[in-house]
T-cell receptor
Framework: AQRVTQPEKLLSVFKGAPVELKCNYS??????LFWYVQYSRQRLQLLLR??SRESIKGFTADLNKGETSFHLKKPFAQEEDSAMYYC???????????FGQGTRLTINP | KAGVTQTPRYLIKTRGQQVTLSCSPI?????VSWYQQTPGQGLQFLFE???????NKGNFPGRFSGRQFSNSRSEMNVSTLELGDSALYLC????????????FGSGTRLTVV
């Protein structure tokens, strides 16, 4: 069965510092990985997906199949980045997302 | 462009009752999924529908069911409610399925007393 692990429940960094949210997955095939974000009092929304290899709001994530990881990175954190971040996995044809438990990121001024 | 709309926003039900939750996807999205969110279990997949057909179902008891209509609107039903069914139920829509990424609704918060 597929599994997504986000080892940090809470992560706190200072504004301007680099931030990295960890995500590891277990699946032997070729998964599709996503990051979803939920800002305070807002809906869960798609931040980025590995297949599009884009940068959204300064965040990037690279799929490392050797380490089965999909860590989310941003070089300079901003206060508005404070939110709950979920890593999610799907496999082609499964039509479901498997979510990690989430990491609450707090950016301190 | 209207987002994913879920109704009602809040529900309080008694154990043993049944409940129906509604979801209107983004116009043109044919895939609708449902997720249960709880503090202990996180986000868990319930089921996914595409063009009125259930394509996948999560590991939930048969008390949880759903359906999709020809206009892509979806409903989920929970019968014989238990206290443990208290959760935020999220609906998400997509043009074609999970690979496209989902747009989520605000959710329906169900409290079973």
């Amino acid at each position: 069965a597929q599994r997504v692990t986000q080892p940090e429940k809470l992560l706190s960094v200072f504004k301007g510092a680099p931030v990295e949210l960890k995500c590891n997955y277990s699946y032997s095939g070729s998964p599709e990985l996503f990051w979803y974000v939920q800002y305070s009092r807002q809906r869960l929304q798609l931040l980025l997906r590995h297949i599009s290899r884009e940068s959204i709001k300064g965040f990037t994530a690279d799929l490392n199949k050797g380490e089965t990881s999909f860590h989310l990175k941003k070089p300079f954190a901003q206060e508005e980045d404070s939110a709950m971040y979920y890593c999610a996995l799907t496999i082609q044809g499964a039509q479901k997302l498997v979510f990690g438990q989430g990491t609450r990121l707090t950016i301190n001024p | 462009k209207a987002g994913v709309t879920q109704t009602p926003r809040y529900l309080i039900k008694t154990r043993g009752q049944q409940v129906t939750l509604s979801c209107s996807p983004i116009s043109g999205h044919r895939s609708v999924s449902w997720y249960q969110q709880t503090p202990g279990q996180g986000l868990q997949f319930l089921f996914e529908y595409f063009s009125e057909t259930q394509r996948n179902k999560g590991n939930f008891p048969g008390r949880f069911s759903g359906r999709q209509f020809s206009n892509s609107r979806s409903e989920m039903n929970v019968s014989t409610l238990e206290l443990g069914d208290s959760a935020l139920y999220l609906c998400a829509s997509s043009p074609g399925g999970s690979s496209y990424g989902y747009t989520f609704g605000s959710g329906t918060r169900l409290t079973v007393v």
